[in-house]
């Protein structure tokens, strides 16, 4: 077993969150419309992180999550580093 860096830990979640916020940052402006688009917008989001929490616990349920603390963590970190950097490729195309 590779002993745990709680320092290496800390980073990746604090990236973690800086790239949620970027995500939110690109969200907001399309939400605040408040047309058709935004609606579509906000179902698409309750259904992308209720997806990304059930994907999540299935993993855990499986064994994939890792059989330590510490891989359980990272890999739960990287699976929404995953969900929120497609929502960031998705959220900064541009509309044509």
Partial sequence: MVK??????MIDS???????????ALRIPKL?????????EARLMVAEKIE???ALQWKALTGTLG?????????SIAHYRKA???NQ????????
């Fill in 4 to 9: 745990a860096n709680p320092f290496s830990l």
């Fill in 14 to 24: 604090w990236q973690l969150g800086v790239e949620a916020w970027m995500v939110i």
């Fill in 32 to 40: 605040l419309a408040g047309n058709s688009a935004a609606a579509r």
């Fill in 52 to 54: 990304a929490v059930g």
């Fill in 67 to 75: 059989t330590d603390p510490d891989a359980a963590m990272r890999n």
């Fill in 84 to 86: 929120v950097a497609r």
């Fill in 89 to 96: 490729r998705r959220l900064s195309r541009r509309r044509k």
